[in-house]
């Protein structure tokens, strides 16, 4: 049909020219961009979505990463709002030496304990979820449970969700304490990994986002002490700070797009803290 | 007329030329720099850091405080699940060259170069995927442990893509083998197996080693595929039936959270240099193995 050595021309001017316009696109864009956790990429998917129907000329684009990655990103300019399930760090806010980022509280988020549906235990203490963690109990019967290995899955360190459970669970609260994960600990790369892990292991235990929770894993009720009261995570008990094990979701900011505030001030609104409720996260309380 | 249109192509040739000559530098000059980034972001880390503990220590902590960078852990699952895969991969590969080179009817030997071929265009994350979704739950099964997550798993997985590297190159170290080797073990009466394994075998045997050296170099940097199978638990295993953590896969993990600069941001690309060392050191072996046969 076309001689080779056209095709071949076409082919390498294409070649040539796809790249260049690719780059032309994406410098013109001004979409708005937002990175970070893992844990609220889902949510920020349905804002994104939700925002676009209302204003149908403005695009939202949502990745993921890990909360870590989303913060490193507004550090360095490459996003305009940083979705985080943990507050920033010490050594975060040096590296933003004299930038001002902005902290806005969004939702809540419950981190359920999860176990295989089969597994008689039902409840434990935070003591008792820090040990098997750290690997100070390695077997279920340490905790009232059968006589088997427990298998313990966790998140990767660039997740929100692997270092609040760092802190509030493994360390009570104390965040610079010495306990951690042990080295026997599998770090799954996101919690849909976790689920599924623990819904075919009948000896697995990990943690999720509420929002992850589903028939086909237990949650455990969780207490302060052995003496209880143990409680189940919900809205209610998260509202009402009897479920401690949950933690507030950020946007980090620094107002470099027109948009930025128009679509925080959306979040807050009460449709958007009802696509809040839908994905199972808990909305801010309204006051 | 003929005068300035000669000068007018010696011009033109001569730009050509500069120019594929540019191109041909610019895989070196791209190399070098590559080098120098990753030495130049890594050996911040031991300016604070004892190269002697990075090498050496069980522990990998990069964000307690205060911090401990030993890859040992890493390096271990690196090299178990690559020797593992070497294990599964180089058998059957050379088994596979053999048949391929040697034994099949040439529209057989056409079909299995083919599909050979194309095991190798199968996109390594692809192969992950169905990895955790069939042979998890078969090795957790099989072997009555509790997660099929292991480095095993890895292995599998690995050997089936190190085996196209491998197959190809034998069977191009085979066919490389001078008739006269055939034609003279016939004439003192050998038998066809007695032929390939004791007369081709050895013969070919630098361009096979070669092979080997290739794959493992391919299987080494492997990072997604063995992210999902492998369970990324930091410790040293005693068998291939336990979750290992790869210094591929720890990258991958933890490069997005790292704070540009910090120590935890060095000690990744530190672990980048040792992954270039290993695999450079690999492919000079493997080229060194090649050059001698010749």
């Known amino acids: 049909m076309f001689k080779p050595s056209f095709l071949r021309q076409t082919v390498l001017c294409l070649s040539l020219v796809f790249p260049f316009s690719t780059l032309l696109l994406a410098a013109k864009s001004d979409t708005l961009q937002i990175k970070g956790s893992d844990t609220m990429v889902n949510l920020g998917q349905a804002w994104a979505e939700e925002y676009m129907t209302l204003y149908p000329d403005r695009t939202v684009a949502v990745t993921g990463g890990g909360s870590g990655t989303g913060i490193a990103a507004i550090i360095a300019g490459t996003c305009d709002i940083a979705q985080s399930s943990r507050s920033m760090t010490s050594e975060e806010k040096a590296k933003a030496g004299g930038q001002k980022v902005n902290e806005t509280p969004v939702a809540y988020d419950g981190i359920a304990v999860i176990v295989h549906p089969s597994n008689p235990i039902s409840q434990l203490t935070i003591e008792q979820i820090s040990d098997i963690f750290t690997g100070k109990i390695k077997n279920w019967s340490g905790v009232g449970g059968e006589d088997k290995e427990i298998l313990v899955t966790s998140r990767e360190r660039n997740s929100g969700t692997h270092v609040f459970f760092l802190e509030h669970v493994l360390r009570k609260g104390h965040a610079k304490g010495p306990e951690e994960f042990g080295d026997f600990v599998l770090m799954m790369p996101s919690s849909q990994a976790i689920v599924e892990e623990v819904k075919n292991s009948d000896v697995a235990i990990g943690y999720v986002g509420l929002g992850y929770v589903n028939p086909e894993v ?20 998260i509202h009402n700070k009897t479920y401690e094990v949950s933690r507030p979701l950020f946007f980090y900011t620094k107002e470099n797009h027109p948009n930025v505030a128009d679509f925080i001030q959306f979040v807050l609104s009460p449709d958007g803290q009802e696509i809040v409720k839908v994905l199972d996260f808990v909305p801010l309380e309204q006051s | 007329m003929k005068h300035s249109r000669s000068i007018q192509s010696q011009i033109l040739e001569s730009l050509i030329e500069k ?8 895989t070196i000059i791209l190399i070098v720099l590559i080098f120098i980034f990753l030495i130049k972001e890594g050996l911040n880390l031991f300016k604070v850091y004892p190269i002697s503990i990075f090498l050496f ?3 990998w902590q990069p964000i307690s405080e205060p911090p401990s960078f030993g890859i040992l852990p890493l390096l271990c699952g690196s090299i178990a699940v690559t020797l593992g895969a070497i294990v599964i991969a180089v058998p059957l590969g050379i088994a596979s060259a053999i048949y391929i080179a040697e034994i099949a009817p ?18 390594s994350i692809v192969l992950g995927f169905v990895g955790l979704v069939t042979l998890v739950p078969l090795v957790k099964k099989t072997f ?3 997660t099929g997550l292991t480095a095993l798993s890895g292995s599998i997985i690995l050997g089936f893509m190190a085996m196209p590297t491998i197959v190809s190159m034998m069977e191009d170290a085979l066919r490389a083998v001078p008739k006269s080797y055939r034609e003279g073990a016939l004439a003192l009466g050998a038998t066809r197996w007695q032929t390939i394994w004791r007369v081709l075998v050895p013969a070919a045997s630098s361009g096979m080693l070669a092979a080997i050296m290739l794959g493992i170099g391919r299987v080494i940097g492997e990072t997604m595929a063995v992210m999902m199978i492998t369970g990324n638990s930091a410790r040293i295993p005693n068998t291939l039936l336990q979750p ?5 896969a720890t990258i991958a993990a933890e490069m997005g959270e790292a704070v540009h600069g910090s120590q935890h941001y060095s000690a990744l690309f530190a672990i980048g240099i040792v992954l270039f060392i290993i695999t450079f050191l690999l492919n000079l072996t493997a080229s060194f193995f090649i050059k001698r046969r010749l």
């Open chain 1, 218 to 237: 237990k949650v455990l009720k969780v207490s302060q002490s052995l003496e209880g009261p143990f409680v189940q995570p919900s809205i209610e008990t």
């Open chain 2, 244 to 248: 290992v953590r790869t210094m591929t």
């Open chain 2, 57 to 59: 220590n069980r522990r």
């Open chain 2, 19 to 26: 120019a594929i000559f540019f191109a041909a530098v610019l």
């Open chain 2, 106 to 123: 040439n529209w057989l030997k056409e079909i299995l170069k083919a599909t050979v071929e194309f095991l190798a265009a199968i996109p």
């Open chain 2, 144 to 146: 009555g442990i509790p």
